[in-house]
């Protein structure tokens, strides 16, 4: 008898944990991941539903300065800020409600600036980009198996799944402590940014890769234009890192890149890098902001998706209108800088796929089939150009 209560106060015990969580349960946001950013729908005030990325990297909540000027939002004044490679000049617009779904934020400070090239790149608009203005709040899963955002009562909290704990530090953007294999049994130490709003795997703060001579760790490389929060350029080295530790998970062979920058936060000192949404994506993640920890559960891109890298050599973006692809650049010594093909051209069609019909995500995909050949139609003034160039991992 007195094992049989026993066993009944175990699973009510169990059970009553399992329901307060699900019973702290605030609201679920529906997600589109676009290439590796996470779309929303918020509204401003009394706007209408508008498009912003969901970002851990986000310390402030910012508003595309056309769409404050569409809204009329006037800022009080003008602030600085920290972007990837530089400093950017803010308007700030105050006290303004954000309502997501159901859930409404209130005296949210909105901080406005131009994001036209990041529309560029991203090849879709941007109203804004928000972070820690939720993340603060709530305890936060990002479900890419679902594609939605759960948010949950931090108070009372408690997780009973069975991910990795992953403990994280905070100003207003997580940080966490992983290591490094520099090659013969040699591994390094590093405070990295966790950052789902940076699209790539891994990159490497600028003293920090200097310090430790990163460059001789990750054999061949290539170069690459990069642009941030901030609309400042910034080149990068692009390679391979042998094996990077995050607690019990271990991740070989993945794409890094080293920075070469002078400001911004990655010229940060005491920052060893960014870890993006390369690796991020490949789990549910809960952030739980007010104790310091992360819960991370593989999911179904854990091990079914392979690293981004370029087959092609070509970068491609938006022009000034957002109505043309082109090519932004040509990675020397790949399939591209061997053909006809030249930075400024306009993509008219990759494989019978018709750049005018197809989002920038639609046509990278085309472009990351290895070992297999694309044929590529690009106009240059008038002159209608025709490639056809073999897919091919550079690094």
């Known amino acids: 008898m007195k094992r049989i209560a026993i066993f009944f106060y175990v699973t009510f015990c169990f059970t ?14 529906p997600f589109q991941l676009e290439g590796n950013h996470l779309f929303i729908k918020v509204k401003v005030n009394d706007s209408d539903n508008l498009h912003f990325v969901f970002d851990t990297g986000a310390g ?13 939002l006037i800022g009080s004044k003008t602030t600085t800020s920290k972007g990837a490679s530089g400093k950017i000049e803010l308007k700030v617009v105050k006290n303004n409600e954000l309502v997501i779904r159901d859930l409404r934020l209130k005296k949210i400070d909105l901080y406005s600036a131009p994001l036209l090239h990041l529309e560029k790149v991203l090849g879709t608009d941007i109203d804004g980009i928000i972070g820690y203005d939720i993340f603060k709040k709530y305890v936060v899963k990002i479900n890419y198996d679902t594609s939605e955002i759960e948010l949950y009562a931090s108070r009372g909290y408690k997780y009973v799944g069975k991910g990795g704990l992953v403990k994280i530090d905070l100003g207003k953007v997580p940080t966490a402590k992983a290591k490094i294999d520099i090659g013969n049994g040699n591994y390094l130490d590093g405070e990295f940014i966790l950052d789902n709003g940076a699209g790539l795997a ?55 890149r080293i920075y070469n920058t002078k400001s911004g936060v990655l010229a940060h000192e005491g920052i060893a890098g960014i870890i993006g949404n390369e690796i991020l994506k490949r789990f549910n993640i809960i952030f739980d902001y007010k104790r ?37 650049n040509i990675i020397s010594d790949s399939p591209s800088a061997l053909s006809k093909m030249k930075i400024g051209d306009e993509i008219i069609e990759i494989n019978g796929v018709k750049a005018k019909d197809s989002s920038l995500t639609t046509l990278r995909k085309l472009l990351r089939q290895e070992n297999t050949k694309v044929t590529i139609k ?18």
């Not at 001789?216 to 901030?230: A, D």
């Open 292 to 328: 310091k920890e992360s819960y991370w559960e593989p999911n179904n891109m854990y091990n079914n998706v392979p690293y981004d890298v370029s087959y092609s050599g070509l970068k491609l973006s938006l022009d000034e209108t957002k109505t043309k692809v082109l090519i932004d």
């Open 16 to 29: 009553t944990t399992i329901l307060a969580q699900k019973s702290n349960l605030i609201t679920k946001i």
């Open 60 to 72: 402030v909540t910012s508003i595309n300065s056309t769409t404050a000027k569409r809204l009329e």
């Open 378 to 395: 690009c106009m240059r003034n008038d002159t209608l150009i025709e490639v056809a160039i073999q897919l091919t991992a550079i690094i």
């Open 202 to 256: 891994m990159g490497f703060c600028t003293p920090y890769a200097q310090r430790h001579q990163l460059k001789k760790s990750i054999g061949k490389t290539y170069s690459v234009k990069s642009r941030g929060y901030s609309s400042n350029t910034t080149i990068a080295e692009v390679g391979r890192l042998k094996e990077l530790k995050l607690q019990k998970f271990q991740f070989s062979n993945i794409p890094v």
